[in-house]
């Protein structure tokens, strides 16, 4: 009877020892499958700061070329502005020479 007693105890400490290393090694496991979520949120959240830098820069690329655009429109607009003020004084100086005319025809009648 004491040797099924101490057989018993040997194999109540086997079987506490068997189950403390199957609970480490599932913590174990999870803390694996922990460190790879964390891995690949971090390899995520790299590649998301990267297209956001990469945006960034094609943001500031187009802003740029606005601003370019814009520029180019305004120094257009200014020369469509020298060319009609120049029409028009070319049309004034046209109608003073027609009215010089006009005045020098009635000064000759009259």
Do not use: H
Request: glycine share 4%.
């Amino acid at each position: 009877m004491t040797w099924v007693r101490v057989l018993v105890g040997v194999l109540a400490v086997l079987l506490l020892a068997g189950f403390a290393a199957g609970c480490g090694l599932v913590s174990d496991q999870k803390k694996e499958a922990k460190q790879k979520v964390e891995a690949k949120k971090q390899r995520a959240k790299e590649k998301v700061n990267a297209k956001k830098q990469e945006l960034k820069k094609q943001v500031d690329d187009l802003q740029k070329e606005v601003t370019e655009l814009k520029k180019e429109v305004t120094e257009l607009q200014k020369k469509i502005n020298a060319q009609e003020q120049k029409e028009q004084q070319q049309q004034i100086n046209q109608l003073k020479k027609a009215l010089k005319e006009l005045q020098q025809k009635v000064e000759a009648q009259q």
